[in-house]
């Protein structure tokens, strides 16, 4: 078997696309399609990647000869999830949801600008909400290159799941501290900025109104942000239990 028959074969046994390959190695899809046709060879930067990444010997991507035949999946189904390709995932998912958090945000503390009389207030609202629309399209839009570990059974080395689970149990923790002082900037934004102000001091009191829906729109960027990262560890983690609930 060719060099390039191998990583056609691991990249279809890990369940990878070309482009998801491709955004793995940080090369382009035209590289990944050249090196499983054999016409070109990748750097030995990428091999060792790939070697990582599909959890195999150097020796066996070099050698011509099929004297040692990985096991890739523990299981008999399932993608395989490399070290690599995990921290991939949650790196991905982190851009993703502070994206997300943000133009979650972005409308929440706009709304302060739509209860002003001016002009200007108007149109800065619409500028928030514009931008916001922009960054949860470009998360929609947005080639991703995991999509299969939220559709497909995972199976994991136990010392990567290990790891996984300590950083989830971590990662609980956090969400729940940040949660709850999210939580607590929306009721002070909502509920208590507007009643601060007599409704008779009209600039004071737009100006704080203001304030508490900026307050409102951080808090509901930290309770999206850690939401998205918790259940990012979860599909991993508890890979089972998730697709038993989407059922």
Known sequence: MTFGEKIQKLRKEAGLSQEELSYRLEVSRQAISKWERDNGYPET???VKMSKLFNVSL??????????KPEITPEENGIYVSREMAEGF????KRKMIKIGIAVGLFVGGLSLSFWDAEISMVLFMVLAIIGIILLFSVKLADNPYRKIWTERLTFDQTVKTELTSAYADKKKYAHIFNLVGLALIAIGFLL????VPAEMYVLDNMVFAIGMVLAGIGTFLCVFMTGI???YRVLIMNEEYHEKRK
Request: proline letters at 4%; glycine letters at 0%; a negative charge.
């Open 90 to 93: 949650l790196f991905y998912q």
């Open 59 to 68: 020796d066996y991507l070099l050698n011509d000869e099929d004297t040692q």
């Open 193 to 196: 900025c507007p009643m601060i």
């Open 230 to 232: 918790v259940r990012a």
């Open 45 to 47: 930067e990428k091999i």
